[in-house]
């Protein structure tokens, strides 16, 4: 079956600009899981949804980021006024959605601010 | 909350060689514990996990045991291959999220 893909693959923007990343779960999955990986580090959490209700967005660095699944399903994150330090790849994961499951992971947006 | 600690890379190893990646967690409670693959180019993979003390979680060769007494889960396969050259990371989840050590990347020459 199909797993998480993600669009664009990979995204130039100027400072200042909005961008928005999609991400399309596995089909069914309950839980989607947005995280930022900066290079050379491990994957860092940003938001999480059961569902359409975002139930943690404790992982979020600013204000400029917002994430939605209205849904249930296909998930935006939206970085507005895009700075130098947004430059990473940031990964979508989704899950079956029951504690403890196995988190399936998408090929990531690498998105580079200029 | 939860973090993750795991040895910096590279390791370099040539094939056949016997492989460890050491990992060590801190947590509240007991978390599941997992070992991400990320292949030059892809996405991540998972390549094993653990959900219980003492659990053993295998797969492709490589093992990792869910050592509550040291808080550790490390990575080991007997003989590895040049195929398995990429970056490794430890995993503990705790509330759902995920929370990663910063990567190890192995590579294994002819």
């Known amino acids: 079956g199909a797993g998480v893909s993600q669009s664009p693959r990979y995204k130039v923007a100027k400072r200042g600009q909005d961008v928005a990343l999609r991400c399309d779960p596995i089909s069914g999955h309950v839980s989607l899981f947005w995280y930022q990986q900066a290079l050379g580090q491990g994957p860092e959490f940003l938001t999480y949804f059961q569902n359409e209700a975002q139930l943690d967005k404790s992982g979020l660095p600013s204000d400029r980021f917002f994430a939605e699944r209205p849904e249930g399903s296909v998930s935006t994150l939206k970085i507005q006024r895009t700075q130098q330090e947004d430059s990473a790849v940031y990964l979508c994961a989704s899950s079956r959605g029951r504690a403890k499951e196995t988190q399936y992971f998408g090929p990531g947006t690498r998105l580079l601010v200029l | 909350g939860n973090s993750v600690t795991q040895m910096e890379g590279p390791v370099t190893l040539s094939e056949e060689a016997f492989l460890t990646i050491n990992c060590t967690y801190t947590?509240?409670?007991?978390?599941?514990l997992f070992w991400y693959v990320q292949y030059p180019g892809e996405g991540l993979q998972l390549l094993l996990k653990?959900?219980?003390?003492?659990d053993k979680g295998s797969n492709k060769g490589f093992e990792a045991t869910y050592r509550k007494e040291t808080t550790s889960f490390h990575l080991e396969k007997g003989s590895v291959q040049v195929s398995d050259s990429a970056v490794y990371f430890c995993?503990?989840?705790?509330?759902?999220?995920?929370?990663f050590g910063t990567g190890t990347r192995l590579l294994v020459s002819p």
């Open positions: 947590a509240t409670g007991y978390p599941s």
């Open positions: 653990a959900t219980k003390a003492d």
């Open positions: 995993a503990s989840e705790g509330f759902q999220k995920l929370v």
